[in-house]
């Protein structure tokens, strides 16, 4: 089972998620999110209209938990399509026979497979005790403070990007956060020595790990200038749902 989340823009500007979810070789569709984009009011009864072959429920990952859902085929979708009123329902059945279906049917090149371990996790256990007594990791202070604060609101950092590389924000951070050293706190360049950071696909490289006395500055870094200033231009071209969370973190 994979799954995929892509996002639909009507005329109106609007910006919903389309959940795909593929089974068997088939692709899904979370009836919820379908109704809502069509304007359908009660979900329920539009779904228990379509044939049996054309529904099913099942367990996904949603915002961080698994909930059970009602999923429709790709026949199901069309159904409520010409079912729907909406002067956008036209425009929606013309994206996803059009964008949507044929990426998925290539293999994910269009949306992201969210169901992967993300690296950002695997690279957190597999390096949190290799920092020395004293000292702190980019990723490990960032998988608290980025991690799971876009967990909590119901986002997911997915393992890769829709060009297949993997999504390493704490790269961005750790670059981003040596040159604030060097502009603001010159005399605290040289309270750092560098470790063997592991990759999944086990490849070492050396990074930084900064002296405690470093980490109310690195934490007024991350929530005062790099969230506010730099997450949205980072993930823009990566995983644009994350977007709708970056604004959610400044509150």
């Given at each position: 089972?994979?799954?995929?989340?892509?996002?639909?823009?009507?005329?109106?500007?609007?910006?919903?998620?389309?959940?795909?979810?593929e089974?068997?070789?088939?692709?899904?569709?979370?009836?919820?999110?379908?109704?809502?984009?069509?304007?359908?009011?009660?979900?329920?009864?539009?779904?228990?209209?379509?044939?049996?072959?054309?529904?099913?429920?099942?367990?996904?990952?949603?915002?961080?938990?698994?909930?059970?859902?009602?999923?429709?085929?790709?026949?199901?979708?069309?159904?409520?399509?010409?079912?729907?009123?909406?002067?956008?329902?036209?425009?929606?059945?013309?994206?996803?026979?059009?964008?949507?279906?044929?990426?998925?049917?290539?293999?994910?090149?269009?949306?992201?497979?969210?169901?992967?371990?993300?690296n950002?996790?695997?690279?957190?256990?597999?390096?949190?005790?290799?920092?020395?007594?004293g000292?702190?990791?980019?990723?490990?202070?960032?998988?608290?403070?980025?991690?799971?604060?876009?967990?909590?609101?119901?986002?997911?950092?997915?393992?890769?990007?829709?060009?297949?590389?993997?999504?390493?924000?704490?790269?961005?951070?750790?670059?981003?956060f040596?040159?604030?050293?060097?502009?603001?706190?010159?005399?605290?360049?040289?309270?750092?020595?560098?470790?063997?950071?592991?990759?999944?696909?086990?490849?070492?490289?050396?990074?930084?790990?900064?002296?405690?006395?470093?980490?109310?500055?690195?934490?007024q870094?991350?929530?005062?200038?790099?969230?506010?200033?730099?997450?949205?231009?980072?993930?823009?071209?990566?995983?644009?749902?994350?977007?709708?969370?970056?604004?959610?973190?400044?509150n």
């Amino acid at each position: 089972m994979q799954l995929q989340i892509f996002e639909f823009e009507s005329d109106d500007s609007n910006l919903d998620n389309l959940t795909t979810i593929e089974i068997d070789n088939e692709i899904w569709f979370v009836a919820n999110e379908v109704c809502r984009l069509l304007d359908i009011k009660n979900a329920s009864d539009a779904v228990s209209r379509l044939d049996d072959d054309e529904k099913q429920t099942s367990v996904i990952p949603i915002s961080g938990q698994n909930r059970q859902v009602n999923l429709i085929s790709e026949s199901g979708l069309y159904a409520l399509i010409f079912k729907s009123n909406k002067p956008s329902a036209k425009q929606f059945r013309k994206w996803v026979t059009k964008e949507v279906i044929p990426s998925i049917r290539k293999k994910g090149s269009y949306g992201i497979n969210r169901l992967e371990t993300p690296n950002f996790i695997v690279r957190f256990n597999d390096n949190w005790d290799r920092t020395d007594k004293g000292y702190f990791s980019v990723i490990s202070e960032l998988f608290i403070r980025l991690y799971g604060r876009f967990e909590k609101i119901g986002y997911q950092i997915p393992n890769k990007a829709f060009t297949g590389k993997e999504i390493r924000p704490d790269v961005s951070v750790g670059l981003r956060f040596s040159k604030f050293l060097k502009q603001k706190y010159p005399e605290h360049l040289d309270k750092f020595k560098m470790y063997n950071h592991k990759f999944p696909d086990g490849n070492e490289v050396e990074a930084r790990q900064y002296q405690n006395i470093l980490l109310p500055i690195f934490i007024q870094f991350v929530d005062e200038i790099w969230i506010p200033e730099c997450a949205s231009d980072y993930f823009k071209d990566r995983d644009p749902i994350a977007l709708n969370f970056v604004p959610k973190l400044l509150n």
